[in-house]
């Protein structure tokens, strides 16, 4: 099965809004989301068994190996997969350090 991977440019996009939107208690109680920031902490809550709605990922790392590895394990048409660049990944991630994959 290909993966489609859509390059998001806009922050306006409704992908990257939502994780924006996560931040409030509200919104994950009404969509039963929340975001998981880091590539690592993604892979642990897949092989925990968690369903991903969507990844977001900066388009920087997309030849590493572990973010390889997480987008192969997408095979499920409706897990929404969006490249991202820095700034949009910036203005989603809270940590000190902004994470690659959302």
């Given at each position: 099965?290909?993966?489609?991977i859509?390059?998001?440019?806009?922050?306006?996009n409704?992908?990257?809004?939502?994780?924006?939107?996560?931040?409030?208690?509200?919104?994950?109680?009404?969509?039963?989301?929340?975001?998981?920031?880091?590539?690592?902490?993604?892979?642990?809550?897949?092989?925990?068994?968690?369903?991903?709605?969507?990844?977001?990922?900066?388009?920087?790392?997309?030849?590493?190996?572990?973010?390889?590895?997480?987008?192969?394990?997408?095979?499920?048409?409706?897990?929404?997969?969006?490249?991202?660049?820095?700034?949009?990944?910036?203005?989603?991630?809270?940590?000190?350090?902004?994470?690659?994959?959302?």
């Amino acid at each position: 099965m290909t993966i489609i991977i859509n390059d998001i440019t806009s922050p306006q996009n409704p992908l990257v809004k939502l994780a924006r939107a996560l931040d409030r208690k509200k919104e994950r109680k009404e969509t039963g989301l929340f975001r998981a920031e880091g590539a690592r902490l993604v892979k642990e809550g897949v092989d925990l068994g968690w369903r991903l709605h969507a990844l977001l990922f900066s388009g920087a790392v997309e030849s590493r190996p572990h973010v390889k590895d997480l987008l192969a394990s997408c095979q499920d048409p409706e897990i929404k997969i969006g490249r991202v660049n820095d700034r949009i990944l910036e203005s989603i991630t809270h940590r000190d350090n902004a994470q690659s994959v959302v």
